[in-house]
């Protein structure tokens, strides 16, 4: 799938539960704008990963404004457009973004630890052939990544990062790796740390109007204190 019809903005998308948000997503994002000269970063907060237990999940309301928090002052835009869309698979959504925004050009940012899963995701070829993919890397995730049986579909189609700085060349399947100093943060970390993280650090912390979704400019319900 060719994106050279495609002359807007360059976005990046940066999926996942963000229960909760931390450092390490926002350092991630601002590695990603400047490696690809993004305009911006969208975080798509879901409103449940079909890969993880609902077991621990904390409330959508808490984790977007835990992700609208950390967000801060950055060209990064939080959303749960998902539950808007109705989708729950990463594949339906991205065809919905494409959709909706026709000249927007995107690029799904996945750490090394997803791609080592990637071949579990709904349609994960399918995902491919939309946008091109950026990997980077993940404490203990790169040798699990390369590896992967993602990995071993995805090798041929590996381009230089230079790649996704000319809007001419820019086309899908296209992976591209980025390395830079890793970040050991994790939200499992956090949550082992503070089981209680929603309640005591969610939306109390986080004026109302900071959690409109920052794509729809609708309000999300639960991030209201």
Request: proline share 8%; net charge positive.
């Amino acid at each position: 799938m060719v994106q050279r019809r495609r002359c807007g903005p360059v976005t990046g998308l940066l999926g996942g539960s963000f229960n909760p948000a931390h450092g390490g997503h926002r350092r991630i994002s601002l590695f990603a704008i400047d490696a690809l000269a993004l305009g911006e970063v969208w975080w798509l907060v879901s409103p449940g990963n079909p890969l993880k237990p609902a077991a621990g999940m904390a409330p959508l309301g808490s984790r977007v404004a835990s992700a609208c928090r950390v967000a801060r002052h950055a060209r990064i835009r939080v959303t749960a457009i998902e539950r808007e869309l109705g989708t729950r698979y990463t594949v339906d959504t991205l065809r919905k973004l494409l959709l909706r925004y026709p000249k927007r050009r995107f690029v799904w940012l996945m750490g090394a630890d997803n791609l080592a899963q990637f071949h579990h995701w709904k349609d994960w070829r399918g995902i491919a052939n939309l946008m091109p993919i950026a990997v980077i890397a993940r404490p203990g995730y790169d040798a699990p990544a390369l590896a992967s049986p993602a990995m071993a579909w995805l090798r041929r189609f590996r381009k230089p990062l230079s790649s996704l700085r000319g809007p001419e060349r820019w086309s899908a399947p296209a992976l591209v790796t980025l390395r830079f100093d890793p970040d050991t943060r994790s939200a499992t970390a956090i949550r082992q740390t503070d089981p209680d993280w929603a309640r005591t650090n969610g939306t109390r912390t986080v004026r109302p109007h900071s959690c409109r979704d920052a794509v729809t400019h609708r309000l999300i319900p639960g991030t209201a204190a």
